[in-house]
């Protein structure tokens, strides 16, 4: 039997990446009955960078109106809110106690979105992969479907679980990645970048929700280079590279197998092609999504029942983590 756990943060539209990075994979994972998938709007996670209270509430139900019409079924797993598990924050507290903060210094995210600053940049953007352990350790998580950008992260996980187990005779369990089968989706503005809901610039991703307008256009203006053939050359040719990734990504082929099907096709004609494909792989998403978010009550009653059963094991790995260290 399979325990899966992964966390998305509600810090705005999920977009391309998010959703062939991640949640295609949560989709795919929740369908064994045997396993037991947790699935968490890491709302905790989100405050680590400053948030606007009132677009925090709302992104919160947004995302679950998003996950819910991406295809995540409350019925086959569980669906939740992080801050409305206490558990989370608590066995955060009692890992960082035992990790170091050398090993917290080297994560890539901490050292992108610290910037310059680092004196100035909070404790919370230092210690979140300390509070993703806890997520996964939590519900003796045995898979994590995560983008490959997050691997290091899981890593720490592995390692607490090891370290608690040997030190305080805990029964955690150390997760395995599961990789989507999907390269890193990049920006649309700048290709050596990652596509990202943080984004300043709303030109640079490909939203779920976005129209069929709204894709064509962003496509319009994603940057690329200046040859005019479709080739697939992520070294050389990122822009161009990237469109090819997204297209193979909502047509389920191989990128290196695109090339072929559009020679003769300018960048700029092979643009409308991809954004074509992209609305045809969204079109339903964001028509059960626009019904969805219709029914506020509706999606936090499906959190507050996720809640309730998250609890329940978040609850016992957590009195146990608790009397081994000597705190109970
Ligand atoms: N560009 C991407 N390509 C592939 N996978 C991606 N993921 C994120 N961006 C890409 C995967 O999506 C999952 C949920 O991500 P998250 O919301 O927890 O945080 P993130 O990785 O920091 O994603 P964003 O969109 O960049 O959010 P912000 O801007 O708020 O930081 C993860 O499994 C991630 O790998």
């Given at each position: 039997r399979?325990?899966?756990?992964s966390g998305i943060q509600p810090t705005g539209t999920p977009h391309l990446g998010n959703f062939f990075g991640a949640i295609e994979k949560w989709v795919e994972l929740q369908n064994d009955p045997k396993d037991v998938v947790y699935y968490s709007i890491v709302d905790l996670h989100s405050i680590s960078l400053p948030q606007d209270p009132e677009y925090l509430r709302n992104c919160v139900l947004?995302?679950?109106?998003?996950?819910?019409?991406?295809?995540?079924?409350p019925s086959k797993c569980v669906l939740f809110q992080q801050s409305s598990v206490p558990h989370h924050a608590e066995l955060s507290w009692i890992l960082g106690c035992k990790t170091t903060l050398a090993r917290l210094g080297?994560?890539?995210?901490?050292?992108?979105?610290?910037g310059k600053d680092k004196q100035g940049a909070c404790v919370g953007l230092y210690t979140y992969p300390v509070l993703q352990a806890a997520d996964i350790l939590l519900y003796k998580t045995t898979h994590v479907p995560v983008g490959d950008?997050?691997?290091?992260?899981?890593?720490?996980?592995?390692?607490?679980?090891?370290?608690?187990?040997?030190?305080?005779?805990?029964?955690?369990?150390?997760?395995?990645?599961?990789?989507?089968?999907?390269?890193?989706i990049?920006?649309?503005?700048?290709?050596?970048?990652?596509?990202?809901?943080?984004?300043?610039?709303?030109?640079?991703?490909?939203?779920?929700?976005?129209?069929?307008?709204?894709?064509?256009?962003?496509?319009k203006k994603a940057v690329t280079d200046f040859t005019s053939a479709v080739t697939y050359d992520p070294e050389n040719r990122p822009g161009v590279s990237n469109l090819v990734d997204i297209h193979a990504a909502a047509t389920g082929q191989r990128p290196e197998d695109i090339p072929?099907?559009?020679?003769?096709?300018?960048?700029?004609?092979?643009?409308?092609?991809?954004?074509?494909?992209v609305n045809r792989r969204l079109e339903t998403v964001r028509d059960k999504y626009l019904k969805l978010i219709e029914d506020k009550s509706f999606l936090r009653d499906v959190l507050n029942t996720g809640a309730?059963?998250?609890?329940?094991?978040?609850?016992?790995?957590?009195?146990?983590?608790k009397r081994c260290v000597g705190l109970i």
């Open positions: 399979k325990v899966v756990f947004s995302m679950t109106a998003t996950l819910l019409a991406s295809g995540l079924d080297h994560f890539p995210q901490w050292k992108s979105k610290a950008d997050q691997v290091p992260h899981l890593e720490l996980a592995q390692h607490l679980a090891k370290l608690f187990n040997l030190s305080f005779g805990t029964s955690l369990v150390s997760p395995e990645p599961v990789l989507g089968q999907f390269k890193r990049k920006s649309l503005r700048e290709p050596d970048k990652k596509m990202s809901k943080s984004d300043s610039d709303p030109k640079s991703r490909i939203e779920i929700t976005d129209t069929k307008e709204d894709i064509a256009f962003k496509l072929d099907q559009v020679t003769g096709m300018t960048t700029a004609e092979y643009k409308m092609v991809v954004a074509a494909a309730t059963k998250a609890k329940l094991v978040a609850e016992e790995t957590c009195s146990d983590v």
